[in-house]
Nanobody, 115 residues
């Protein structure tokens, strides 16, 4: 059974940092390009960071220079280091494939940036 579980979210002040983790099971993880998505209240889900199977990365302009995506294929895990957080980063964060049929969506992890 394929499963994706996100963790690491929380409440942080503006300018703070968080590290999100995503663990996948039941799938051949290493061949996929993976991404972190986020969905803020009342907004559509958006893709903010991508990492290919070979480790190449790409970022949305809104997070470029502040967020870093990485992966550990042996552990079937993807990470998102978020620095210099802003209130507009507040959202539920998810990880999933960035092309083809998506994996089942996890519950996500809530990130709240507030004074």
């Amino acid at each position: 059974q394929v499963q994706v579980v996100e963790s690491g979210g929380g409440l942080v002040q503006p300018g703070g940092s968080l590290r999100l983790s995503c663990a996948a099971s039941g799938t051949i993880f290493s061949i996929y390009s993976m991404g972190w998505y986020r969905q803020a209240p009342g907004k559509e889900r958006e893709l903010v960071a991508v990492i290919t199977s070979g480790g190449n990365t790409n970022y949305a302009d809104s997070v470029k220079g502040r967020f870093t995506i990485s992966r550990d294929n042996a552990k079937k895990a993807v990470f998102l280091q978020m620095n210099s957080l802003k209130p507009e980063d507040t959202a539920v964060y998810y990880c999933n494939k960035v092309s083809g049929v998506t994996l089942p969506w996890g519950q996500g992890t809530q990130v709240t940036v507030s004074p």
